[in-house]
């Protein structure tokens, strides 16, 4: 196993990756030292990359948008499950709450979308 440390430059970083992908096209058996390289690369490229790379979490709006894309809805179908909620994903300034407590009617359906089961 070679010396891990932490990554701190674009060059270690990328030296790191291509390490990690040979480790993982030898797909080491769990409790190996190769296995071990392999957990422990991983930890150290995610903690540059979260430093280096920092996602933002997404907007109510993306986050109901990606849900939509992912379960087949459009626009007309999530009307229909939320109501006048949803002219907030036309309005520009998305002033428009989104959260279902503000529309205790949405509620339920709110959990439709979200995945959660009807209570």
Known sequence: MNRL????TASEH??????LMELMDLD?????PKADELALLALLIEHYERVHYPIEPPTPIETIRF???????????LARYIG?????????????PLEPEHDPQAQCRFRHIRGYPDT
């Open 28 to 32: 080491p058996d769990d409790g190996t």
């Open 5 to 8: 440390k932490i990554i701190e």
């Open 84 to 96: 006048s909620v949803f002219q907030g994903l036309r309005s520009p300034r998305r002033q428009t």
């Open 67 to 77: 849900r939509m894309d992912q379960i087949g809805l459009n626009r007309k179908d």
């Open 14 to 19: 990328q030296q790191a990756l291509v390490r």
